[in-house]
T-cell receptor
Framework: GAVVSQHPSRVICKSGTSVKIECRSL??????MFWYRQFPKQSLMLMAT?????????EQGVEKDKFLINHASLTLSTLTVTSAHPEDSSFYIC???????????FGPGTRLTVT | AQSVTQLDSHVSVSEGTPVLLRCNYS??????LFWYVQHPNKGLQLLLK??????LVKGINGFEAEFKKSETSFHLTKPSAHMSDAAEYFC????????????FGKGTTLSVSS
């Protein structure tokens, strides 16, 4: 149980375009979803936290107009990287939790490459 | 504010020998503590978690960790390393209430040689 999927697993896009990454909780209702970014050989950095039906809370230094997060349902959150640039290339990982849970359940990640 | 320090960026062991990955934390409350493992280009897998129950926590794949409040430590151990244990390991802390954001350590790369 508590499975989280991400789609796509890999995406290559051209500089200036936008790309959407989906995060789904497959067998539970995710009241909160989190988006992380991981650079090569580095730790995960929290980008934003989103509660279903509410606006996302972004961490300091994360551009909310560039990284659009939508958590429209209890099983789906999306991260849209707008006007992508090569420096946005990274591994993006989502996680989800259900109400009352200490644990976050992580998706398998999405490798974004901007050319 | 909470923080976590993984004391070794890289640990190398031989197959069949014990594994010790060290983690110290800082928290103003009674934190929840986790160890996650990440294989190359993969997502994170939870190895074990401490949430104020037994201080010695057993996880998957033979790993265990002991919560020591007096030392503010949560070291990860395994009696006998296997080649498949080679991966990146993250120590993670979270303050109550449930659902507070996770704070990740910088990670420890475990290498296992035959």
């Amino acid at each position: 149980g508590a499975v989280v999927s991400q789609h796509p697993s890999r995406v290559i896009c051209k500089s200036g375009t936008s790309v959407k990454i989906e995060c789904r909780s497959l067998d539970f209702q995710a009241t909160t979803m989190f988006w992380y970014r991981q650079f090569p050989k580095q730790s995960l950095m929290l980008m934003a936290t989103s509660n279903e039906g509410s606006k996302a809370t972004y961490e300091q230094g994360v551009e909310k107009d560039k990284f659009l997060i939508n958590h429209a349902s209890l099983t789906l959150s999306t991260l849209t990287v707008t006007s992508a640039h090569p420096e946005d290339s990274s591994f993006y990982i989502c996680s989800a939790r259900y109400r009352g849970s200490y644990e976050q359940y992580f998706g398998p990640g999405t490798r974004l490459t901007v050319t | 504010a909470q923080s976590v320090t993984q004391l070794d960026s890289h640990v190398s062991v031989s197959e069949g020998t014990p594994v010790l990955l060290r983690c110290n934390y800082s928290s103003s409350y009674s934190p929840s503590l986790f160890w996650y493992v990440q294989h190359p280009n993969k997502g994170l897998q939870l190895l074990l978690k401490y949430t104020s129950a037994a201080t010695l926590v057993k996880g998957i794949n033979g790993f265990e960790a002991e919560f020591k409040k007096s030392e503010t430590s949560f070291h990860l151990t395994k009696p006998s390393a296997h080649m498949s244990d080679a991966a990146e390991y993250f120590c993670v802390v979270s303050d109550p209430p449930p659902g507070t954001a996770l704070i990740f350590g910088k990670g420890t790369t475990l290498s296992v040689s035959s």
